[in-house]
């Protein structure tokens, strides 16, 4: 079975530290770009974060750009996104998403690159 799971979501004061964790399985992760999304309650998903398959290029939303690490460890076909300096406006559903894409001639987070997802992890940021 082909899946992606998520995990390490939870309740957090604004200011601290959360790093989710994307683990796959039945695939390797490796051959595939992967991309950290959310969605906020009321709000349409948004991108937040992907890498590249190769290379480990990186972008960010400008919204976590300086808080917020994505990493992969192909060895344990697992995904991360480290996030520090969390707000109260970060809290929100978050997903990951691994697909094939030519990744250096996709600008953005296009949901349709992505072929596969995971359930989902809520994180909360609140006092």
């Known amino acids: 079975q082909l899946q992606l799971v998520e995990s390490g979501g939870g309740l957090v004061q604004p200011g601290g530290s959360l790093r989710l964790s994307c683990a796959a399985s039945g695939f390797t992760l490796e051959d595939y770009a992967i991309a950290w999304f959310r969605q906020a309650p009321g709000k349409e998903r948004e991108g937040v974060s992907r890498?590249?398959?190769?290379?480990?290029?990186?972008n960010y939303a400008d919204s976590v750009k300086g808080r917020f690490t994505i990493s992969r460890d192909n060895a344990k076909n697992t995904a991360y996104l480290q996030m520090n300096s969390l707000k109260p406006e970060d809290t929100a559903i978050y997903y990951c998403?691994?697909?094939?894409?030519?990744?250096?001639?996709?600008?953005?987070?296009?949901?349709?690159?992505?072929?596969?997802w995971g359930q989902g992890t809520q994180v909360t940021v609140s006092s």
């Open positions: 890498i590249s398959s190769s290379l480990s290029a990186t």
């Open positions: 998403a691994a697909g094939r894409y030519p990744y250096f001639s996709v600008s953005g987070f296009r949901e349709g690159q992505y072929n596969y």
